[in-house]
């Protein structure tokens, strides 16, 4: 089954075999890409991926590019540390007595909990074969990477890591009285990268009163929540192969 994946890759080639390569010195590159992303660690659930390029041309062989791809990737074996706490108050007459509180702890197991992770690459690319149809090349560069839990209300999380990558660019057509050329992207890219999704946030959920003639005793509730496994650096990287289009203007 594994020597099937060869076939498109082979008819590519042949048909790469039709079409010309220009001189990309000053010229703009538009990509859309999709493919899947292994994460390296097991903390992710590795799946598809789709995203995109700009890159600029200054020579031949020397570019730089701004990648971005999205992944939304299953969080593995944690759970949420509730801790409630009840504090009264008694004010009589004036004066105002602490009457105790109360805690209770909870323990929430959470399953197909989903970051969304979008990590955005700045790169500098070099290009081998310019004068050729199959044009292999080497890209590497930061990163900048997004993350959320959708199912959680705090903000995205934001961190930073590198990226490397290789492939292979195959010109198929020119276009527009030879003022594009189109092209196929074979992409194969390593990210690294890592972003704690530990929260530890309070919100005061109630405050309500109780009152008689002489005395009147306050409650105030609050709910501090805790995600207790991920208090850890999660990985975010990992391995990606695509395949994208790309169009050179």
């Given at each position: 089954?594994?020597?099937?994946?060869?076939?498109?890759?082979?008819?590519?080639?042949?048909?790469?075999?039709s079409a010309f390569?220009?001189?990309?010195?000053?010229?703009?590159?538009?990509?859309?890409?999709?493919?899947?992303?292994?994460?390296?660690?097991?903390?992710?659930?590795?799946?598809?991926?789709?995203?995109?390029?700009?890159?600029?041309?200054?020579?031949?062989?020397?570019?730089?590019?701004?990648?971005?791809?999205?992944?939304?990737?299953?969080?593995?074996?944690?759970?949420?540390?509730?801790?409630?706490?009840?504090?009264?108050?008694?004010?009589?007459?004036?004066?105002?007595?602490?009457?105790?509180?109360?805690?209770?702890?909870?323990?929430?197991?959470?399953?197909?909990?989903?970051?969304?992770?979008?990590?955005?690459?700045?790169?500098?690319?070099?290009?081998?074969?310019?004068?050729?149809?199959?044009?292999?090349?080497?890209?590497?560069?930061?990163?900048?990477?997004?993350?959320?839990?959708?199912?959680?209300?705090?903000?995205?999380?934001?961190?930073?890591?590198?990226?490397?990558?290789?492939?292979?660019?195959?010109?198929?057509?020119?276009?527009?009285?030879?003022?594009?050329?189109?092209?196929?992207?074979?992409?194969?890219?390593?990210?690294?990268?890592?972003?704690?999704?530990?929260?530890?946030?309070?919100?005061?959920?109630?405050?309500?009163?109780?009152?008689?003639?002489?005395?009147?005793?306050?409650?105030?509730?609050?709910?501090?929540?805790?995600?207790?496994?991920?208090?850890?650096?999660?990985?975010?990287?990992?391995?990606?192969?695509s395949l994208g289009?790309?169009?050179?203007?």
């Amino acid at each position: 089954m594994r020597r099937n994946y060869w076939i498109p890759l082979l008819l590519i080639a042949m048909l790469a075999g039709s079409a010309f390569s220009d001189d990309m010195t000053d010229k703009f590159g538009l990509e859309i890409s999709g493919g899947w992303y292994h994460p390296e660690f097991s903390q992710l659930n590795g799946g598809i991926n789709y995203g995109g390029s700009f890159s600029y041309h200054f020579l031949p062989w020397l570019y730089a590019e701004l990648r971005a791809s999205v992944f939304k990737r299953e969080i593995l074996d944690f759970d949420v540390q509730r801790r409630t706490t009840t504090k009264y108050k008694i004010i009589e007459r004036g004066q105002v007595y602490m009457a105790g509180s109360e805690t209770l702890d909870e323990h929430f197991n959470f399953d197909n909990i989903k970051a969304r992770i979008a990590p955005i690459d700045i790169n500098i690319g070099f290009s081998f074969l310019n004068d050729s149809k199959v044009n292999p090349y080497i890209s590497l560069g930061g990163t900048f990477f997004d993350a959320k839990i959708d199912e959680l209300p705090d903000p995205n999380i934001t961190a930073f890591g590198f990226n490397a990558g290789l492939g292979t660019e195959i010109f198929l057509a020119s276009l527009f009285e030879d003022r594009a050329n189109l092209a196929i992207v074979i992409d194969g890219r390593y990210h690294w990268g890592e972003a704690s999704f530990g929260l530890d946030y309070t919100k005061k959920s109630c405050n309500r009163y109780f009152m008689s003639s002489t005395m009147r005793m306050d409650v105030d509730e609050y709910v501090n929540d805790k995600l207790k496994d991920l208090d850890d650096e999660i990985d975010l990287g990992g391995f990606s192969g695509s395949l994208g289009l790309k169009l050179y203007f």
